[in-house]
């Protein structure tokens, strides 16, 4: 059984910075996918960026602001968020999968206002 826990989250004025951090315990190796995904409120729940063996994919809104990284010896996926906008506002998930295998952390609540 894998366990994510996440921290990170708060409140922010627009324009500023955010780091998430997920912990991962538990067997996962390197080759494991690790990301992160955000719900708003009314919202489906949308793939914000992922990394696997090096290679990230991003949102295409969120492209050139969040950086997405990964130490493998911790376990542990991180995302920089800068020039946070009202619209990054969300609750964001880390998430980790392989084949058929996916787990989910609880979420943290990230809020982007003045």
């Known amino acids: 059984q894998v366990q994510l826990v996440e921290s990170g989250g708060g409140l922010v004025q627009p324009g500023g910075s955010l780091r998430l951090s997920c912990a991962a315990s538990g067997s996962i190796g390197s080759f494991w996918t690790m990301g992160w995904y955000r719900q708003a409120p009314g919202k489906q729940r949308e793939l914000v960026a992922k990394i696997t063996s090096g290679v990230t994919v991003y949102k295409d809104a969120v492209k050139g602001r969040f950086t997405i990284s990964r130490d493998n010896a911790k376990n542990t996926v991180y995302l920089q968020m800068n020039s946070l906008r009202p619209e990054d506002t969300a609750v964001y998930y880390c998430?980790?999968?392989?084949?058929?295998?996916?787990?989910w952390g609880q979420g943290t609540q990230v809020t982007v206002s003045s």
């Open positions: 998430n980790t999968a392989w084949y058929t295998y996916s787990y």
